[in-house]
């Protein structure tokens, strides 16, 4: 899958970051270009957003795409499914970072970055993104210009308002709404809270996020709790979840039910076996694997998901899961060391994909099934190979549709050491 630059969409695909960012060349911003909208497309910056490559293209056939795709990089290392789609492929995103931009009539706009700029496009509707975050963005662009705030200019370094980021538990129906802002001095910031709320009483949450670095990274480290709890909560296989801004979510719920459902199913568990959940973000896949394990290990960097995944274990009663805060290899290295029995590996790596270290110590460990998820599948190929050249075999590989109108795939591939009985 090719990188798609500079998009907001994008760092929620990779799985790469708990802070999405913006990528791009800033000298490509240009604050005046003129906008062209596409009249022949569903949306009309879709062309210049670069965010729903498929919007265009009806469903099946966007399925039947990623199939092709899967099947020719992946074949060769085993038998891949039929991709599991979505019924209702629009507005699945819980997640939408929104930028603004002044107009000289002094109207505040609302949208995204232009690929590979940092010119801010006008987005009205998308059919990605869920509705009421959309709603809650065209508010905010009007109190920005009632409550006479300055937007950040990354250029010059003035102004406050960086981004707005939106987020959504989509069982709960809680919102979580995120301010970044480039300077913690942040006037009127309990009355804006208040006016947005009013407008939107299902917001449950509104966050004042301070990134004060020269960075295309969307949320900095602190967070300022203007109104409500500072986080949100959301329900997946049964299981409840805290989720702070900084942490990692997967952006499509519904979804990711599919795609925990199918890592479990491969994972064949029956309450005896020690498993580790690495990349393990806020604890979910575990978590929700926990009542069929003896033991789940979690190992996570991001502290703010650390944190989360740790609330999370206590807050659904949990007693056989346990939050490493680590680097993964650098964890794995140490529980191959310690050589402690594994029996089943969960692996859900960023974009990039994993790294020798980690993948050295799975097979110094040899766990009996090693599931591996993951939103890139180049990476996913080289892994594959160096996981097969030292002893392991593909099994099966599910291709899930978690990214519908975007050219995003997901896949869950199992694992076997390769003189294990046939799965
Ligand atoms: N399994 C989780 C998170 C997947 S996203 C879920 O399904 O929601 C990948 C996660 O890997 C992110 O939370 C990211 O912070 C974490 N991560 C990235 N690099 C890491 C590393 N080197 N070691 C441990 N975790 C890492």
């Known amino acids: 899958m090719a990188e798609r630059k500079n998009n907001r969409k994008k760092y929620d695909v990779t799985g790469a970051s708990n802070h999405a960012k913006f990528g791009g060349k800033k000298q490509g911003r240009s604050q005046g270009a ?18 729903c490559q498929y ?27 039929k991709i599991i789609g979505m019924e209702d492929p629009y507005h699945y995103r819980n997640k939408v970072t929104a930028s603004f931009r002044r107009m000289k009539s002094g109207e505040i706009i609302s949208g995204v970055y232009e690929e590979g700029t940092h010119n801010v496009l006008p987005v009205e ?31 010059i370094g003035t102004g406050l308002i960086r981004h707005l980021q939106i987020r959504v538990g989509r069982k709960t129906g ?30 449950t949450t509104v966050v004042q996020n301070i990134n004060m670095k020269d960075t295309s990274m969307v949320i900095g480290d602190r967070n300022q709790v203007i109104y409500g709890k500072g986080y949100i909560e959301d329900i997946l296989c049964g299981k409840r979840f805290r989720i702070s801004p900084g942490s990692f979510y997967q952006v499509n719920p519904v979804q990711t039910e599919v795609l925990y459902g199918r890592a479990i199913k491969y994972a064949d568990l029956k309450k005896k076996e020690t498993v580790i959940d690495a990349y393990c973000g806020i604890g979910t896949i575990g978590i929700a694997a926990c009542d069929r394990a003896k033991k789940v290990i979690g190992v996570e960097l991001n502290e703010a998901a650390v944190h989360d995944a740790r609330i999370n274990v206590k807050m659904n009663n949990i007693q056989n899961v346990d939050i490493y805060s680590n680097d993964a290899g650098r964890f794995m290295v140490d529980v191959a060391d310690e050589g402690d029995d594994i029996d089943v590996v969960f692996m859900d790596p960023p974009r990039s994909g994993s790294t020798e270290e980690f993948m050295s110590s799975v097979i110094t460990l040899s766990p009996k099934r090693v599931v591996y998820i993951s939103c890139g599948p180049e990476s996913l190929a080289r892994d594959l190979t160096y996981m097969t050249k030292h002893g392991y075999q593909v099994i099966r590989m599910t291709p899930v549709d978690m990214f519908p109108l975007t050219r995003g795939v997901e896949v869950c591939t199992l694992l076997t050491r390769a003189n294990a009985v046939k799965y």
């Open 125 to 155: 509707a998308c059919y990605v993104e869920d509705q009421k975050a959309g709603e809650i963005i065209r508010t905010f662009a009007k109190l920005i210009r009632s409550f006479k705030l300055q937007i950040y200019n990354e250029d």
């Open 55 to 81: 919007v265009d293209i009806p469903y099946e056939k966007q399925l039947s795409e990623k199939q092709k795709y899967i099947d020719d990089l992946l074949g060769k290392f085993g038998p891949v499914d």
């Open 174 to 203: 809680q919102i979580m709404v995120i301010i970044v802002t480039a300077s913690p001095v942040f006037p009127s910031k309990k009355n804006l809270a208040k006016a947005l709320v009013g407008e939107h009483p299902e917001i």
């Open 34 to 51: 003129k906008f062209k909208p596409n009249h022949d497309s569903k949306c009309p910056v879709s062309h210049l957003c670069g965010g």
